[in-house]
């Protein structure tokens, strides 16, 4: 029993540092996203087709990532994508013109959803052993990854440094990062080959409920998009904010965000799974109404603004942990679900931005908002029916002793 007690914290601190390491490959990759554009002269068209090629090779590397982690366990293929999708990181950094950059964008993205989904699946794994919510300050954890690569980078070029060689310094140095973190991960049980046997005979996640937790993401996320996306744009075009201020409509979102996930676990083993999903919905709900009301508020509609978008990252927060953990907490292989719904939450995120950009164009910003604000609540309402039918799959836990569960 006390192997098992050591192994679930080393992989728990295993699985923080995946977590920030990812975090920080792509907080590294968007700060120096300004520099990569002067360098080759791309222009808003062919740096939208980047992103666009970087978004659909990780969305297609999720869905082949699933079944990989089910054959040969989450374990195994961390050690080889958390090493391999910061070494990717070099094909951007060194494309000499847009033509091989767009190639070797869609190698960065495969590298990105592959560990994506690997470090997911072992994230719930880890949380099986604990017996109680520990998944969302691991999310927190990428979140602040991400800050200290924008950190960093900001600092390179105000030291007059080149951040294409940043860049290829993380391409080189990151993957090393990753080995130590690696050898903390959970060790491939026993039962792994037994668990591949009843994954063969039918997993407990049937299509029906993958589709409603696939919902939920995709909700939760392209919500998250749109706040990401268009914040600051709004708090510009439809408040009239100062261009210094307009960005704090962002950055209170993302710093509301990054705290719940940090501190969310202890709040979904207060109010469980289905209560935190409902209070997710309803919290982004009421703050994305906030942001729509903002402009009838006169000289209060930036505060009223900022308070929505508080509002909304406080609930969009826990979204995410609580699908991965109700996917994880059903019991058996968790990879091919876990891709699924990891797919359908990341689709939201790719294509959401651009659909209210359309809408945006064809009426106004705020009434492409009310998207967002619509789908907030679908969050609650087909997260909680499916966490709720997924209880009555969940078998009974497997704990780790109290004396482990810090």
């Not at 391999?84 to 091989?100: H, T």
């Not at 869609?106 to 794994?125: D, K």
């Not at 826990?318 to 689709?347: E, H, N, Q, R």
């Not at 967002?372 to 969050?379: F, G, R």
Request: with cysteine; glycine share 10%.
């Amino acid at each position: 029993m006390n192997k098992r007690r050591d192994d679930a914290r080393r992989a728990r601190i295993g699985v923080f540092g995946f977590f920030f390491l990812a975090g920080l490959v792509m907080g590294l990759w968007a700060a120096g996203l300004p520099s990569l554009n002067d360098r080759l002269d791309l222009g808003p068209a062919r740096l939208g087709s980047v992103l666009l090629l970087i978004s659909g090779g990780a969305l297609v590397s999720m869905l082949v990532a699933g079944p990989l982690v089910d054959r040969w366990s989450s374990r195994a293929v961390c050690w080889f994508a958390g090493p391999a999708s910061a070494v990717v990181l070099l094909g951007p950094a060194l494309a000499p013109d847009y033509l091989w950059l767009a190639v070797l964008a869609v190698l960065f993205g495969l590298g990105l959803g592959v560990t994506e989904v690997a470090m997911n699946a072992h994230s719930v794994e880890v949380e099986r052993r604990y017996a109680r919510p520990i998944i969302s300050a691991f999310h927190g954890t990428w979140s602040l990854g991400g800050a200290a690569g924008g950190a960093i980078t900001a600092l390179v070029l105000q030291a007059g440094l080149d951040a294409q060689a940043l860049l290829v310094v993380a391409g080189v140095v990151v993957p090393f990062l990753y080995l130590p973190a690696a050898r903390l991960l959970l060790p491939d049980p026993p039962a792994h080959a037994a668990e591949q046997q009843a994954a063969r005979s039918g997993s407990p996640l049937k299509w029906g409920l993958i589709a409603l937790l696939g919902v939920a993401a995709f909700a939760g996320h392209l919500a998250e998009g749109a706040a990401i996306d268009w914040a600051a744009l709004h708090a510009r075009w439809v408040l009239d904010a100062d261009p210094a201020a307009a960005p704090l409509a962002y950055t209170v979102f993302a710093v509301a965000m990054t705290a719940i996930r940090l501190l969310g676990d202890p709040i979904r083993a207060r109010l469980g799974s289905i209560r935190t999903i409902q209070l997710a919905g309803l919290l982004a709900t009421c703050g994305y109404v906030l942001v729509l009301a903002a402009p009838a508020t006169g000289p209060l509609a930036l505060a009223c603004a900022w308070t929505g978008w508080a509002l909304a990252g406080v609930g969009l927060a826990t979204v995410v942990p609580v699908i991965f953990s109700a996917v994880g907490a059903a019991g058996g292989p968790v990879g091919k679900a876990l891709s699924l719904v990891t797919a359908f939450g990341y689709s939201g995120l790719l294509v959401g931005p651009a659909v209210l950009g359309y809408v945006a164009e064809a009426s106004s910003l705020p009434v492409a908002l009310i998207v967002p604000a619509v789908l907030s609540a679908v969050v609650a309402l087909t997260g909680a029916p499916s966490i709720r039918s997924l209880d009555r799959l969940t078998p009974a836990p497997d704990p780790v002793p109290a004396s482990a569960r810090d």
